[in-house]
């Protein structure tokens, strides 16, 4: 893996990814702030303090900020206590908040800053796979509430990206693992090279060390990075990234949010491919890839019958329903994605059949 800092441009900022980089954070917080907050699970506090000693040498007066885990950060209660302390502190407009953690917590951290002030600058420091492909890049912020995941947020673009190569080898595996699902999503919807350079390994694809680890990072990024600089506030292709994401949000919250993100996504990924099969007749080889390729990485392919009542019941208040109509990302082949209104519950149905049989 490099050591040297790569640059790519994303609407706007910029996504540093490297290992052994921070001191790149300073320069992506910027001159204008005085206060800077960082948010980051109470768990983590040896990759906090980096970062604030970083801050703090940088001439920044750095308040700390410690947050509830992963998913429990993302209620409102926890942003309530955040934007309490933020006017306890007079922080200001030209005040900064940097996310240091997992998706989980830079969602919450983002939300925070899209909404303090009516929106205050955010730089995010991922320090999960997923954070790193996926959460951290995009402006996408949010929290969930009991009704379904993330139905609370708000587009707020980060001044800047840090992804530091450096955090990952604490990751525990299954976390790493989780993080595939949206290097693979990235693979299916737009990037299939994604996916031959998983396959050609799969064991070294689950681990930091692997030989592609900082390619499959950076192609991940870059295809959403590409997607988002379209449609940022998903009018409409940004939908594209959902896929997989219709039903594996319904199975976070059957699970009261318990459930990892991407192993969600990974078989809302295989109930698609299923779908689009019964929808409009797509290859069953997309099936059979969908199911190996997430299945050598040790992400779950299956997800049992009796949930399917409920499951169906929470997807209708998916951000892509339209009405009463339930709208998914299919592919029609590989890398084409489409955006297709399903509003026939027994093909819905017959699709999770083969999801749980
Ligand atoms: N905003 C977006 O566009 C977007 C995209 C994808 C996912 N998400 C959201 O991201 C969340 C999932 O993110 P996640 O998979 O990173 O989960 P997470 O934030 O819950 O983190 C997973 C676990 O890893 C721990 N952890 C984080 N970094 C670590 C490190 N370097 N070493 C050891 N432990 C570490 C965390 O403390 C946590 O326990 C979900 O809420 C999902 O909805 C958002
Ligand atoms: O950035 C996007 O757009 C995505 O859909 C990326 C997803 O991987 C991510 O999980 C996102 O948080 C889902 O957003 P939501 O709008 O369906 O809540
Ligand atoms: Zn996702």
Redesign the pocket.
């Given at each position: 893996m490099g050591t040297a800092p790569s640059p790519a441009e994303n609407h706007g900022y910029h996504v540093v990814v490297g290992s052994g980089i921070l001191s790149e954070l300073p320069s992506l917080v910027g001159p204008r702030a005085r206060q800077v907050a960082v948010i980051h699970?109470d768990?983590?506090p040896e990759?906090a303090r980096p970062v604030c000693h970083a801050l703090r040498a940088a001439g920044y007066v750095v308040t700390s900020l410690d947050v509830p885990?992963?998913?429990r950060a993302?209620k409102i209660s926890v942003a309530t206590r955040l934007w309490e302390q933020l006017g306890a502190a007079d922080f200001t407009r030209t005040d900064a908040i940097v996310g240091v953690?997992?998706?989980?917590?830079?969602?919450l951290a983002?939300f925070v800053a899209a909404t303090w002030l009516r929106g205050v600058p955010v730089v995010l420091v991922?320090?999960?796979m997923?954070?790193m492909v996926?959460?951290a890049?995009?402006g996408?912020?949010?929290i969930n509430t009991d009704a379904g995941?993330?139905l609370v947020g708000a587009f707020h673009a980060p001044s800047g990206v840090l992804c530091d190569l450096a955090?990952?080898p604490?990751?525990?595996r299954a976390?790493y693992v989780?993080?595939l699902a949206?290097v693979i999503k990235a693979g299916f919807i737009s990037d299939p090279r994604i996916l031959e350079l998983v396959e050609a390994d799969p064991h070294a694809a689950t681990t930091p060390d692997g030989r592609y680890t900082r390619t499959l990072i950076e192609r991940a990024i870059a295809v959403k990075a590409s997607v988002v600089s379209t449609d940022f506030r998903e009018s409409d292709h940004r939908e594209i990234l959902n896929y997989g994401h219709t039903l594996g949000h319904a199975i976070e919250r059957a699970e009261d949010y318990t459930f990892?993100?991407?192993y969600a996504v990974a078989i809302g990924m295989v109930f698609a491919a299923e779908l689009a099969q019964l929808h409009h007749g797509a290859d069953p080889a997309l099936a059979r890839r969908t199911r190996e390729i997430l299945g050598g990485v040790g992400l779950p392919t299956t997800y049992p019958a009796a949930a399917w009542p409920e499951l169906l019941r929470t997807m209708r208040r998916d951000k892509k329903a339209r009405g009463a109509t339930l709208r998914f990302v299919l592919l029609e082949d590989l890398a084409r994605p489409a955006r297709c209104a399903v509003p026939d519950e027994a093909m819905l149905a017959a699709a999770y059949q083969r999801v749980s049989g």
């Open positions: 699970p768990t983590l990759l885990d992963g998913e993302k953690g997992g998706g989980a917590t830079t969602d983002g991922p320090t999960t997923l954070g996926d959460a890049v995009g996408k912020t949010g995941k993330n955090t990952l604490s990751l525990p976390e989780s993080g949206e990892r993100h991407g």
